[in-house]
């Protein structure tokens, strides 16, 4: 199995004051606690800089001039009270219980269970660095999430209160102030867009509380999305980092900061040489919004997306794959009052290119809610363009639900050619059994042939068809008829608008497989 498909297996996650460690393999965010004080490669011709070595190869110029200005970050958190006996300090109906432990202690050394009164306050250790002299740092947003308190501990041993400025959970960004008498050291801002395979970086933090840390090693790849939030992109690296480099700086050779340390891949929660920074270029226009205060407010559509495979692409009539497949229109959704149907292929946003919804989600959210912009779409075989006045992203939309829904079990029905689908009606019988809107029209899908291009594409008993190549269809009968009509069309796949525990999902189903 390709570390990229056990990446995918695991969700990135991080809870303030705990280590979170999946096994046997896992992607952590690289935060130490204790009770005591990954591959799209960028695109470049930037020719590589020699930077500011010392002749004889050494980069103890660089460290001289980025080290004073990292500081050790310490939050407390409200104790979370434990009887004795419960296996997990989340409590005994924490969903975390099944995958993660947490570490305590210099050494790791679990936390003696204790009665709910003698539970000690808890403590996190992390990493930042400042950016103003007038006590301005950047940290990782779950090294101060839910913090009672934060301390900030100099390169100089001075240990002095901060106050939370802003924090965005969707970057894992945060900004801190400190109040000195004196201005403080700073490091500078570097292009991370520059950054090519191979460069050269140092990651610099305070991992597992031992003192501020160098380790060196270069930029293993571009572009990782670790599925961690809507807006990954990191960079990943060699030079090792543990927990506690949470919102150390990665720098370059110039001694420019070209990214924030956030997580690590790891069969054991230490450092195996996969690390993965935030890019500076990212980072610094969310800190710059941050420094004016509170919370970021993104743009927001209301679709419901999903890439265009070449199997889609096929279906559809492009001549390429690429874009953001519209599986779902949330009602009421800014895209809903535009007119965005279900099935369009968003191609373009704002005037720029949409290449994955990735870049679909990235652009929208960098627009301020109420700004009116245009999106490039294709529709059943045609380009146009739809202006769309972007909302504000409420964190509490829901999402599709995942939920399973019973699938009522047909020794007869009708079989769509070559592709391996059992159908049948929605007939009230069905309806009641599957709790079904009455205005919900199609195919059930029955059975699943297991050697047929419908399993192969994932396809399940249960799952609902309501489109077929973008055509609304409403009995097995119409089903099967626009399967054969898509295959006697010489395209080499059908498109499924599938409906699965209340949401809606495009399956491309090639012919050929069969």
Same mark, same amino acid.
């Given at each position: 199995?390709?570390?990229?498909?056990?990446?995918?297996?695991?969700?990135?996650? =991080?809870?303030?004051?705990?280590?979170?460690?999946?096994?046997p393999?896992?992607?952590?965010?690289?935060?130490?606690?204790?009770?005591t004080?990954?591959?799209?490669?960028a =695109?470049?011709?930037q020719?590589?800089?020699?930077?500011?070595?010392?002749?004889?190869?050494?980069?103890?110029?660089?460290?001289?001039?980025?080290?004073?200005?990292?500081?050790t970050?310490?939050?407390?958190?409200?104790?979370?009270?434990?009887?004795m006996?419960?296996?997990?300090?989340?409590?005994?109906?924490?969903?975390?219980?099944?995958?993660?432990?947490?570490?305590?202690?210099?050494?790791?050394?679990?936390?003696?269970?204790?009665?709910?009164?003698?539970?000690?306050?808890?403590?996190?250790?992390?990493?930042?660095?400042?950016?103003?002299?007038?006590?301005?740092?950047?940290?990782?947003?779950?090294?101060?999430?839910?913090?009672?308190?934060?301390?900030?501990?100099?390169?100089?041993?001075?240990e002095?209160?901060?106050?939370l400025?802003?924090?965005?959970?969707?970057n894992?960004?945060?900004?801190?102030?400190?109040?000195?008498?004196?201005?403080?050291?700073?490091?500078?801002?570097?292009?991370?867009?520059?950054?090519?395979?191979g460069?050269?970086?140092?990651?610099?933090?305070?991992?597992?509380?031992?003192?501020?840390?160098?380790?060196?090693?270069?930029?293993?790849?571009?572009?990782?999305?670790?599925h961690?939030?809507?807006?990954?992109?990191?960079?990943?690296?060699?030079?090792?980092i543990?927990?506690?480099?949470?919102g150390?700086?990665?720098?370059?050779?110039?001694?420019?900061?070209?990214?924030?340390?956030?997580?690590?891949?790891?069969?054991n929660?230490?450092?195996?040489?996969?690390?993965?920074?935030?890019?500076?270029?990212?980072?610094?226009?969310v800190?710059?919004?941050?420094?004016?205060?509170?919370?970021?407010?993104?743009?927001?559509?209301?679709?419901?997306?999903?890439?265009?495979?070449?199997?889609?692409?096929?279906?559809?009539?492009?001549?390429?794959?690429?874009?953001a497949?519209?599986?779902?229109?949330?009602?009421?959704?800014?895209?809903?009052? =535009?007119?965005?149907?279900?099935?369009?292929?968003?191609?373009?946003?704002?005037?720029?290119?949409?290449?994955?919804?990735?870049?679909?989600?990235?652009a929208?959210?960098?627009?301020a809610?109420?700004?009116?912009?245009?999106?490039?779409?294709?529709?059943?075989?045609?380009?146009?363009?739809?202006?769309?006045?972007?909302?504000?992203?409420?964190?509490?939309?829901?999402?599709?639900?995942?939920?399973?829904?019973?699938?009522?079990?047909?020794?007869?029905?009708?079989?769509?050619?070559?592709?391996?689908?059992?159908?049948?009606?929605?007939?009230?019988?069905?309806?009641?059994?599957?709790?079904?809107?009455?205005?919900?029209?199609?195919?059930?899908v029955?059975?699943?042939?297991p050697?047929?291009?419908?399993?192969?594409?994932?396809?399940?008993?249960?799952?609902?068809?309501?489109?077929?190549?973008?055509?609304?269809v409403?009995?097995?009968?119409?089903?099967?008829?626009?399967?054969?009509?898509?295959?006697?069309?010489?395209?080499?796949?059908?498109?499924?608008?599938?409906?699965?525990?209340g949401?809606?999902?495009?399956?491309?189903?090639?012919?050929?497989?069969?």
């Amino acid at each position: 199995m390709s570390p990229m498909s056990i990446l995918r297996r695991h969700r990135v996650a =991080a809870l303030l004051g705990a280590a979170l460690i999946i096994s046997p393999v896992v992607v952590s965010f690289a935060q130490n606690t204790g009770n005591t004080g990954l591959s799209t490669v960028a =695109a470049t011709t930037q020719t590589p800089v020699v930077g500011i070595k010392a002749p004889n190869g050494s980069l103890a110029p660089v460290v001289a001039t980025t080290k004073p200005a990292v500081v050790t970050v310490t939050t407390v958190m409200k104790a979370q009270a434990q009887t004795m006996g419960e296996p997990s300090p989340f409590g005994g109906n924490s969903p975390f219980d099944d995958y993660f432990r947490q570490f305590f202690g210099d050494q790791g050394a679990p936390m003696p269970r204790t009665p709910p009164q003698q539970v000690p306050r808890q403590e996190a250790l992390g990493s930042g660095f400042i950016v103003g002299a007038d006590g301005t740092i950047v940290t990782n947003n779950h090294v101060v999430d839910g913090a009672t308190s934060i301390k900030v501990t100099l390169d100089d041993g001075t240990e002095l209160p901060a106050t939370l400025v802003g924090h965005d959970a969707k970057n894992d960004l945060a900004v801190l102030k400190i109040k000195t008498d004196k201005p403080l050291p700073t490091i500078k801002w570097g292009d991370s867009d520059k950054l090519m395979t191979g460069d050269q970086v140092l990651a610099i933090g305070n991992p597992f509380g031992i003192g501020t840390t160098v380790t060196s090693g270069i930029v293993s790849a571009r572009g990782r999305d670790l599925h961690s939030g809507p807006f990954d992109d990191f960079i990943q690296i060699d030079a090792p980092i543990n927990h506690g480099n949470s919102g150390g700086p990665l720098v370059d050779v110039n001694g420019n900061v070209v990214g924030i340390n956030t997580a690590i891949y790891s069969p054991n929660g230490g450092s195996v040489g996969v690390g993965f920074a935030i890019p500076s270029d990212q980072a610094q226009k969310v800190v710059a919004k941050l420094m004016k205060g509170g919370n970021i407010e993104y743009g927001y559509l209301g679709v419901e997306i999903q890439p265009v495979t070449p199997d889609v692409a096929s279906a559809i009539g492009l001549d390429h794959p690429g874009g953001a497949l519209v599986s779902q229109v949330n009602d009421g959704s800014p895209a809903a009052k =535009a007119g965005v149907e279900t099935g369009d292929v968003i191609t373009g946003f704002a005037g720029q290119d949409v290449k994955d919804p990735k870049d679909l989600s990235r652009a929208v959210a960098d627009v301020a809610p109420g700004v009116k912009e245009t999106l490039q779409v294709w529709r059943k075989g045609k380009a146009m363009q739809i202006s769309v006045d972007v909302g504000r992203n409420q964190d509490e939309v829901k999402t599709a639900s995942t939920g399973n829904s019973g699938a009522p079990s047909a020794e007869q029905g009708t079989r769509a050619p070559a592709i391996g689908l059992g159908l049948i009606d929605i007939t009230p019988d069905i309806r009641q059994q599957m709790n079904l809107a009455d205005s919900e029209h199609g195919a059930v899908v029955a059975s699943v042939n297991p050697d047929k291009a419908a399993a192969a594409a994932g396809i399940q008993p249960g799952d609902i068809i309501v489109a077929v190549n973008q055509a609304p269809v409403k009995s097995a009968k119409q089903v099967t008829q626009a399967i054969a009509q898509a295959g006697k069309s010489g395209r080499k796949s059908v498109l499924l608008l599938v409906e699965r525990g209340g949401g809606q999902i495009y399956v491309a189903v090639p012919f050929a497989n069969g």
